[in-house]
């Protein structure tokens, strides 16, 4: 029950100020703050910024589409909206929410520790909720590698955790945005039998439009962790 209150009073921090008037100009946070906010990967559909408040740091005011947050190091923080009112909360690491609505805030880093967050926008309206019951789901064949922070019918938001030498098995994902918070060298298996290794970098993003069905195995000497984002109500590219 604390987690679950956790969740919605930090998705409430991040959403209580909605840009309802359609004649206010959409003012992207990484135009007006570059120095804090970072993007990690763009395209028609999404939009992956990391985020970086020093002490005492404030971004200036600025929009933000629906978005999936999570806290990569936490802290505590001052929001202030558009009419003055402001909030104060301590965000924990590891924290993670969705809001689904337009908003407008500025962000005040008010503790002693460096904030890092992570933000995946939604760019356009999603209304058609696509059924992803057949797949098959990676935390229910491979529990001791995916760790499901939130799920709702918006968003499924994921840890994977790879030990040297670990494996998980054979699953599917639907449209699906990753970001790499520890990267490594790992093989990757599709199911029609092509094997890939490849070496991961810290902070490597990036976004799946259609179903993926493959094996991930860890061969290299670093833990990986990896926070996968998929999108219910995207529709899969075919083919």
């Known amino acids: 029950m604390k987690k679950i209150n956790l969740i919605i009073m930090l ?5 209580l100020e909605s840009c309802t008037n359609t004649k206010d100009k959409f ?4 135009s007006v703050s570059p120095d804090i906010y970072q993007v990690l990967f763009e395209n028609d559909a999404v939009k992956v ?16 589409h629906p978005m ?8 505590k923080i001052e929001v202030t909206l558009p009419d003055g009112k402001t909030n104060e909360r301590n965000i924990p690491t590891g924290a993670t929410g969705f809001n689904s609505d337009l908003m407008r805030h500025q962000v005040k ?6 904030i890092e967050i992570l933000l995946v926008e939604n760019k356009y309206s999603m209304n058609s909720e696509v059924n992803g019951s057949d797949l098959i789901l990676p935390e229910e064949v491979s529990p001791d590698v995916y760790k499901i922070l939130l799920d709702n019918d918006k968003v499924k ?7 040297p030498d670990q494996s998980d098995k054979m699953h599917e994902h639907g449209v699906m945005t990753f970001y790499t918070v520890s990267g490594g060298k790992a093989q990757n298996t599709l199911a029609d039998g092509t094997v890939r290794e490849m070496e991961i970098s810290d902070n490597f993003t990036g976004h799946g439009e259609k179903i993926l069905k493959h094996q991930m195995k860890n061969i290299g000497e670093k833990t990986i ?3 996968l984002v998929e999108h219910k109500t995207l529709e899969p590219v075919k083919g």
């Open 11 to 15: 998705s409430i921090i991040f959403a």
């Open 27 to 30: 003012i992207n946070p990484d």
């Open 49 to 64: 910024m990391k985020v970086t408040f020093q002490p005492n740091q404030s971004d200036k005011t600025h929009d933000h």
């Open 68 to 75: 999936t947050f999570h806290a990569l190091k936490g802290g």
């Open 109 to 114: 880093n008010i503790g002693d520790n460096t």
């Open 157 to 163: 938001v994921t840890e994977a955790t790879f030990e």
């Open 225 to 227: 962790k990896v926070i």
